[in-house]
């Protein structure tokens, strides 16, 4: 029997309107240095590599084990997780949700806005999308007919810019503008003004808007990001807001999120996910729910590791002469390809640095057009590796003859 591969399904109808997968290639490089015996230190995947609080696989454990839990669930979540979700937004937000009606339990918030691209996309719709971003920013509308037109993005207030000028520019306005700060991948985040902004232009414009907060817990400074939510009126427009168990929790495999917001959006969501899944696994919620409620040491000590480990990642990798700027969130860097090395593009850069140093990082055009020239780097490898990675960094430098800067 033959098996088929990515590239031999590209005949498909949905397939085509997708490009091929930038990662692929890197992916596949990594897999055959580390067949070949090769010690990858890698930043490429943001896999969380703390462990899951004990409380809460002590809660899974002990939910697991009883009568009637590992049955069929249900796809909104069950009512527990849904309060508790409430619970989280009124303790760090001050934002009061209905959890019958404005929040949905997501199988990971990634799940949750594909399911929400499908749900509220006709073909030919217009959607405004960060450039750079996170992938499935753009694809999942793409995958559901729309058209994205890519906004640069590397900080909020370019991106606020490209959106006006895009309003001004274009005969109509789109269906949604898609947010996400803190970035994946820039690490850059927003501040209330911001989402001020975006939700004046909506109202005025009758604009749907998607903002993703899967970061919103990894942050380095004094001002924990803010939520749209939080915002005088936006109860006036059709606005709803993804989150994640997955980085604040260490729960990325476990695929617990959230999607919150507007009625009318969230019951689009909860009926296409009706058709298409029973929910997440009945004790993998009941867990969340002690996550969510339980104590939340866990989520600072995270949150200082992946501090310690920026800062040590942007020293180390300085002095061996690469500039990583230091970000304000999120669990990623994201640089420039260095000078010498820019002419070879994302793609060919991240293949040297791996081949010849055994650092695996991310290529930024995997993350839109405007992120060639660039790499994410994932604070996922401890400070010993951190500096290992710089090491073999400057050995590659020496060699093509990069100096750090003076």
């Known amino acids: 029997m033959q098996h088929q591969t990515y590239e031999e399904a590209d005949d498909f109808y949905r397939i085509k309107r997708l490009p091929p997968y930038v990662f692929a290639e890197v992916n596949k490089l990594k897999a055959k ?17 703390l462990p899951t609080p004990q409380h809460v696989i002590d809660k899974l454990v002990e939910t697991v084990q009883k009568p009637r839990t590992t049955g069929y669930s249900v796809s909104r979540g069950i009512f527990g997780l849904r309060k508790a979700c409430a619970r989280y937004y009124k303790r760090r937000f001050d934002v009061d949700l209905d959890p019958e009606d404005q929040i949905v339990a997501t199988i990971g918030s990634k799940e949750g806005f594909a399911n ?14 960060p450039d750079p971003s996170y992938p499935l920013h753009a694809y999942g509308f793409i995958i559901a007919g729309a058209v994205i037109k890519g906004i640069p993005a590397i900080t909020a207030d370019e991106y606020l810019a490209g959106v006006k000028k895009a ?26 003004s911001f989402y001020e902004e975006i939700v004046a232009i909506a109202k005025a414009k009758d604009i749907i808007i998607l903002s993703d907060l899967a970061y919103s817990e990894i942050y380095f400074d004094d001002n924990p990001p803010p939520s749209i939510f939080q915002v005088s009126g936006v109860d006036d427009i059709m606005c709803i807001e993804t989150t994640s168990l997955s980085k604040t929790y260490s729960m990325a495999g476990w695929r617990m999120g959230f999607a919150v917001g507007n009625r009318r959006l969230i019951a689009a969501l909860a009926r296409v996910k009706s058709y298409l899944d029973y929910g997440a696994f009945t004790p993998i919620q009941v867990a969340a729910c002690a996550a969510l409620d339980g104590p939340q040491d866990c989520v600072e000590d995270a949150r200082q590791i992946y501090k310690a480990r920026r800062d040590v990642l942007v020293e180390s990798f300085g002095r061996a002469g690469w500039d990583i700027p230091s970000p304000p969130a999120s669990m990623f860097a994201w640089a420039k390809v260095p000078e010498a090395f820019a002419h070879m593009g994302s793609v060919e850069f991240c293949k040297l640095l791996m081949e010849e140093a055994g650092v695996a990082v991310s290529p930024g055009n995997g993350f839109g057009e405007n992120g060639e020239g660039y790499v994410r780097i994932a604070l996922v490898e401890n400070e010993q590796r951190i500096r290992q990675a710089a090491r073999n960094i400057k050995a590659l430098f020496a060699k093509y003859q990069v100096h750090a800067a003076e």
Not at 33 to 49: S, Y
């Open 33 to 49: 240095l580390r067949k070949d015996g090769m010690d990858i230190i890698d930043f490429g995947f943001g896999n969380p590599d």
């Open 167 to 192: 309003l001004e520019e274009d005969e109509k306005p789109p269906m949604a503008i898609v947010v996400c700060f803190p970035s994946n991948p820039t690490g850059h985040v927003c501040d209330l």
């Open 116 to 129: 929400l691209a499908q749900a509220i996309t006709a073909p030919g719709d217009v959607i405004y999308a």
